[in-house]
């Protein structure tokens, strides 16, 4: 594998439900970073790991939690989320916080 | 509030003809990215502008960064259909220590042949 990877492609959970996005790079970054991109907003940061410290934490409801295992591994956490987070999640990452960063394909997510 | 804007929103041009998007930012910044984004797909990188005065270019596209005015552009030149897709700027902003970006809102180009 190269580049960034996320797993899976595509998620429909329930309201109720609680389900992990996996995002994974094989670049040697030391940043990773998670994105919302909806229809109707423009692309939305959600949280920045730099060297596996959480750096940034954008406002995110607490029903969405981040873990950074190491500088290769992000995961995204869902649980009771709402129809309107409904949308894609993408990954990045950069050699560190602020650099020129590189995109995974993306989880799109449906909430019923 | 930080803001970043693009304009337009939505372009729809002819093959070989020429244009320009725009980026305005709010606040002070020397970094500035633009990606390209094909439906369905994910964000690929295609210009990283570091000073005032940085200018980019590969094939028909070409990016500027002017930071006094807080403006890039991205130049199209005789565009083609695989130009087709929705493009991003992006500004880097250094608060506290820490570096995040700041997506526009994106241009949706459709190039017709």
């Known amino acids: 594998e190269t580049g960034v990877t996320q797993t899976p492609r595509h998620l429909v959970m329930g309201m109720t439900n609680k389900k992990s996005l996996k995002c994974e790079q094989h670049?040697?970054?030391?940043?990773m970073y998670w994105y919302k991109q909806s229809a109707k907003k423009p692309l939305e940061l959600m949280f920045v790991?730099?060297?596996?410290?959480?750096?940034e934490n954008n406002s995110v409801p607490s029903r969405f939690s981040p873990e950074c295992p190491n500088s290769s591994h992000l995961f995204l956490h869902l649980h009771t989320l709402q129809p309107e987070d409904s949308a894609l999640y993408l990954c990045?990452?950069?050699?560190?916080?602020?650099?020129?960063?590189?995109f995974g394909p993306g989880t799109r997510l449906t909430v019923l | 509030e930080l803001k970043v804007e693009q304009n337009p929103l939505f372009l729809s041009m002819q093959e070989g003809k020429n244009y320009t998007i725009y980026c305005n930012y709010s606040?002070?910044?020397?970094?500035l990215y633009w990606y390209r984004q094909d439906p369905g797909k994910s964000l690929e990188s295609l210009f990283v502008?570091?000073?005032?005065?940085a200018v980019k270019q590969e094939g028909r596209l070409m990016a500027s960064l002017d930071t006094k005015a807080r403006l890039s552009t991205l130049h199209i030149t005789a565009a083609v259909h695989d130009l087709s897709a929705t493009y991003f700027c992006?500004?880097?902003?250094?608060?506290?220590?820490?570096?995040?970006?700041?997506f526009g809102t994106g241009t949706r180009l459709k190039v017709l042949a």
């Open positions: 990045a990452s950069s050699p560190t916080s602020g650099d020129e960063q590189f």
């Open positions: 670049l040697g970054h030391n940043a």
């Open positions: 790991y730099n060297f596996k410290e959480q750096t």
């Open positions: 606040t002070t910044s020397d970094r």
């Open positions: 502008l570091l000073s005032n005065g």
């Open positions: 992006a500004v880097d902003i250094p608060p506290s220590g820490t570096y995040k970006y700041i």
